[in-house]
């Protein structure tokens, strides 16, 4: 059975710096080049798949980061859902329509 889900994973380097846009910047490379849908914020990215193929890019973009010093720190929330898609926008745009109320 294929599993959807939303995820939102935030990954960084440890002992690399007072900076990590670089190594993040890596990871979010891999997350946007994998075609799944994704956004990016200040302190977050989510990406929303299949969990083999999100799984997949969250390790990529993982191991992106560990050339950027000796530890890494990875926080992830997933969101499964069997059979939804399109959860990226569509919570979001439930919120605004209840917001607007």
Do not use: Q, Y
């Amino acid at each position: 059975m294929m599993v959807g889900m939303l995820v939102a994973f935030s990954v960084a380097p440890l002992g690399s710096g007072e900076s990590v846009s670089d190594a993040v910047a890596d990871a979010v490379r891999i997350v946007r080049a994998s075609g799944l849908p994704n956004r990016t914020s200040a302190m977050f990215t989510e990406i929303e798949g299949e969990w083999d193929e999100v799984m997949d890019v969250v390790r990529r973009a993982t191991d992106a980061v560990v050339a950027h010093g000796h530890r890494v720190s990875l926080v992830l929330k997933a969101d499964i859902r069997p059979g939804h898609s399109g959860e990226i926008d569509g919570k979001v745009a439930r919120l605004e329509e209840r917001l607007a109320d």
